[in-house]
């Protein structure tokens, strides 16, 4: 499964922002992920394939991730940017079959949010 990840770009505090995230095949569980310079990848919120999602407690009010399966596609609908929120986000996808999970790694697209 490949990844394809857009939507970063430039915003001002406050402002929006909607990250999209393209699987190339069908996936099970759908998450974003943000990493700041020099740091571990951190997670940000996930939707399984029920629709059931969840959220870091820093975005949640504000972040939204959704999903379109028929696109296999994956959203995260940003909203009241803060300047916290400047850094590149991926995204991934994991599969569950039989022989266990995969996971798939999108590359990374930049937010950047101006004060």
């Known amino acids: 499964v490949q990844l394809q990840a857009s939507g970063g770009g430039l915003a001002q505090a406050g402002g929006s922002l909607r990250l999209s995230c393209v699987a190339s095949?069908?996936?099970?569980?759908m998450l974003w992920y943000l990493q700041y310079p020099g740091k571990q990848r951190q997670w940000v919120a996930v939707?399984?394939?029920?629709?059931?999602?969840n959220y870091v407690d820093s975005v949640k009010g504000r972040f939204t991730i959704s999903r379109d399966s028929a696109k296999n596609t994956v959203y995260l609908q940003m909203k009241s940017l803060e300047p916290e929120d400047k850094t590149v986000y991926y995204c991934?996808?994991?599969?569950?079959?039989?022989?266990?999970?995969?996971?798939?790694w999108g590359q990374g697209t930049l937010v950047t949010v101006s004060s």
């Open positions: 095949g069908s996936v099970n569980a």
């Open positions: 939707i399984n394939s029920g629709g059931v999602t």
């Open positions: 991934k996808a994991v599969t569950v079959k039989a022989r266990g999970c995969s996971h798939y």
